[in-house]
């Protein structure tokens, strides 16, 4: 079969190279793609939310299921849009429809979600500019540091941590202001929940799921979690406090019952979870829901995942998950992001990339990149996810490191510590 995989980053070259994998499929086609995906695929010039370009996409080029990679389509309709459409209603798409999406497309929702599933979460208020006073006294009530989060997308940048009472309020006005553009009509307000971060994944059929490979994430631009929140700039998979008893409660406390609100409310999921948790004393938290997979923590737990991916797809979109099991490796995988310099904040393009054709059997996993004849250019601020398997995460992260420093172009950068919180 030929498969089209929605998106451009390194999340997509890393869910294109583990769907070629399959014996099952023929083709696979990337809209838009990157330099990297144009090695395993075709890439095809439209954008994620050019719903008419995708339908081209998908009846020109004999498209029988789609994979849908990043949020943005998703909290549009793409889901809903062809379920709609008389021609591609029976391609099968990987993905929630609009109604699920609003678990990551709005704070508010997915909060009051939780809380009418009895799923545990921090305490929190949303307010807009018309409640900002209830806000305040809100914040007052909080011991800090204080969070706050646009209720929007807003790529991954929405979320303020703030120590101080008086400055949580500025940036709460500024918030309201129009700081997050659109995102951030509506704030929600959240107490701090102090514990060590981490990432669930299941896939889910809207009956039942199967669980992938947990990683944690490293977001701060700088060594040792310091400086700016990015994109991500690394991930390792498996993390070592996410024991058995642990995931045992992740799955009693949050996953079953979010698998079973969303069917108890009529909304029909077929598509990824990602469940970002933070472990409090020993117990699993809510932090927030993707309706997606993460990236960069795609770049280390496909390549852990040893079953047919198209096959736990096939059973997604034919609704009988619940007779498949997930293996997973064994092995320790640690994802090193290489971004551009200046990344979060401005940055150059066009920087030619040399190193990627060194030998080795690491993963390279493009993102921010694109070819202009036989060079590869840096085209994004995350540029390379370099990603190594190994039996220990010491291990994978000395030759995940050992790969990124072949790797070159103008004023790269990347964390050198990622992982090493976890030996």
């Known amino acids: ?31 838009p793609g990157n330099a990297g995906t144009m090695e395993i695929g075709q890439n095809l010039d439209v954008a994620p939310t050019d719903f008419e370009g995708l339908k081209k996409a998908v009846l020109d080029n004999n498209i029988e299921m789609v994979v849908v990679g990043p949020e943005a389509p998703l909290v549009e309709g793409v889901v809903d849009f062809f379920k709609a459409d008389e021609k591609l209603k029976n391609v099968a798409i990987i993905g929630p429809g609009k109604e699920g999406a609003q678990l990551e497309g ?63 309020c500025e940036q709460l006005e500024n918030m309201l202001d129009g700081k997050f553009g659109e995102a ?31 990683a944690k994430d490293y977001k701060r631009i700088g060594e040792g979690d310091t400086g700016l929140n990015t994109g991500g700039m690394g991930a390792v998979s498996p993390v070592p406090f996410a024991d058995d008893q642990f995931l045992e409660k992740v799955k009693n406390r949050i996953i079953i019952p979010t698998i079973d609100g969303l069917r108890i409310e009529g909304i029909d999921y077929k598509g990824f979870i990602f469940v970002g948790l933070m472990n409090v004393g020993g117990d699993p938290y809510v932090v927030e829901y993707n309706a997606r997979l993460g990236d960069p923590e795609t770049e280390a737990i ?20 619940g007779e498949m099991t997930c293996e997973i490796d064994d092995k320790a995988a640690v994802s090193v992001v290489l971004v551009s310099g200046g990344y979060p904040e401005k940055y150059e393009k066009g920087k030619v990339i040399s190193g990627l054709e060194e030998d080795g059997d690491e993963l390279i996993f493009h993102a921010g ?37 072949k790797i070159n172009f103008d004023k790269k950068y990347y964390r050198t510590d990622i992982g090493k919180d976890l030996l």
């Open 302 to 321: 496909l390549p852990r995942v040893k079953t047919d991916l198209v096959e736990l797809f096939e059973a997604v979109n034919g609704q009988n998950l």
């Open 106 to 168: 709005s704070k508010d929702f997915s909060k009051e979600f939780m809380q009418r599933n009895q799923i545990p979460t921090a305490r929190y208020k949303t307010v807009d500019k018309s409640t900002i006073d209830e806000g305040k006294n809100f914040l007052s009530s909080l011991n800090p540091p204080f969070v706050l989060k646009a209720d929007g997308l807003a790529a991954g940048k929405g979320v303020l941590i703030v120590k101080e009472l008086e400055e949580a």
């Open 1 to 31: 079969m030929n498969v089209l995989v929605i998106g451009s980053g390194g999340r997509e070259h890393t869910l294109g190279w583990a769907v070629k994998k399959s014996p099952k499929v023929d083709n696979v086609i990337f809209a």
């Open 184 to 214: 951030s009509e509506k704030v929600v307000i959240e107490e701090f929940l102090d514990g060590i971060e981490l990432s669930v994944f299941v896939l889910s059929d809207g009956k039942d799921f199967v669980l992938l490979p947990e």
């Open 369 to 405: 990149t694109k070819r202009d004849g036989d060079d590869v250019l840096t085209a994004g601020g995350r540029v390379i996810a370099v990603t190594a398997l190994e039996k220990s995460t010491e291990k994978a992260l000395q030759k995940a490191m050992e790969r990124a420093e």
